[in-house]
């Protein structure tokens, strides 16, 4: 398209702002616009559909209300990553400089939101990070050096030294295998529950990776009943964590499973059963958390989806009222001024912890270990991650 006018300098300033009738990043009117980069194909797409449920519900929560500042609203730009690095680095370019967002929530998947940090840098555009776990993200946020990238959920790291310490002061599981997608997320949380075991004095019988999209678990199932595993520790995730289940299930697999065990939908209903009795996992979220905030929360979610929400939602949700509390201190939206708002941020969060970045721009919100019991979900304790 080829813009037109009188005034020679009213193009200039059209083009500067982004376009023909586009308006500068940041700009002082219009709605702000919120970038999402997350997995909307492929196995881990369930898990990037409740993560923009969440965003959506927080952004029309934030809409309603009369908006950030001066009544501007928000409005949601999504690009699917895929789960996939090089598709995520696409889908960061495209928000950044097509849909020109104010920062971006991402990108679900560690390999992805590690692939995609360089760019938010790059383009000095906000990037949080809402569900990736890799201990690499925090080594290389903040003082690290990228002081654009800021995540507000725990790291693998110390969510698995949490569940090693649960799981010694138990006794009931001495003996555990580990089972990973070969994929950042599974690579770095099977290293580092490894070592979190270690240090516990619990052993492991073995580690093995599957790749993502795995149809066939018999192997690894056969395995844990023959070699003296006493629990399985699961980091895979999406598709590949209820197929794994199933299976589990219906080859009487007699054995709790530990680690990052999602305990929702489908998967809590397997989870029931007898055979897994015993099972834990350690979790940023879990619908249970029993404060007034996660309640409203609960019920928002429960109205407009018909089903609770899951860690996916609530970190969905966090990341934009996150956003929301630095815009409003910065009293803009430029880019530059919400990451100098974020070194700020105090913001009391939905699980009774605070959102406050440390110097790698590494929140420390709560963590929950959960367990079933008799068929029933039950935070046994909670943790300063």
Do not use: W
Request: include cysteine.
């Amino acid at each position: 398209m080829r813009c037109t006018g009188t005034l020679a300098i009213a193009t200039a300033l059209t083009l500067l702002a982004g376009g023909c009738g586009g308006a500068a990043r940041g700009g002082e009117s219009g709605p702000i616009k919120i970038g999402l980069s997350t997995p909307l194909s492929g196995s881990a797409a369930s898990l990037g559909e409740n993560e923009r449920k969440g965003v959506e519900l927080a952004i029309d929560q934030v809409n309603d209300g009369g908006g950030v500042f001066g009544g501007r609203k928000l409005a949601l730009a999504a690009e699917d990553n895929a789960c996939n690095p090089t598709d995520g680095a696409s889908s960061l370019t495209k928000l950044i400089t097509k849909q020109r967002v104010a920062a971006v929530i991402g990108a679900l998947c560690s390999g992805v939101t590690l692939s995609a940090m360089p760019l938010a840098k790059r383009h000095r555009v906000p990037f949080i990070v809402s569900t990736s776990t890799s201990p690499d993200i925090t080594t290389a946020s903040g003082k690290g050096g990228n002081e654009f990238t800021f995540r507000i959920n725990p790291s693998d790291a110390t969510l698995a030294d949490a569940l090693a310490t649960y799981l010694a002061s138990a006794g009931k599981l001495r003996k555990l295998a580990i089972l990973a997608e070969d994929s950042t997320y599974g690579r770095t949380g099977a290293k580092a529950f490894s070592a979190a075991l270690d240090k516990k004095g619990l052993k492991v019988t073995g580690v093995d990776f599957v790749a993502q999209g795995t149809a066939d678990f018999s192997t690894q199932i056969s395995k844990y009943r023959n070699n003296g595993t006493e629990g399985v520790a699961l980091y895979v995730s999406g598709a590949d964590h209820l197929g794994f289940l199933r299976q589990a299930a219906a080859a009487g697999l007699r054995l709790p499973v530990t680690g990052r065990v999602e305990f929702e939908g489908q998967n809590l209903e397997i989870l029931k059963k007898e055979q897994f009795a015993g099972s834990s996992s350690v979790y940023p979220y879990s619908s249970l958390i029993d404060t007034p905030e996660n309640a409203k929360f609960g019920r928002l979610y429960q109205s407009r989806h018909r089903t609770a929400p899951t860690y996916e939602s609530f970190e969905g949700y966090n990341a934009v009222m996150v956003l929301v509390d630095a815009i409003r201190r910065a009293k803009s939206a430029k880019p530059v001024d919400i990451q100098k708002a974020l070194l700020t941020s105090d913001m009391p969060s939905l699980t009774g912890g605070t959102v406050k970045f440390d110097d790698h721009n590494q929140a420390h919100d709560k963590a929950f270990i959960l367990q079933l019991k008799e068929g029933k979900l039950t935070i046994e304790s909670d943790v300063t991650t």
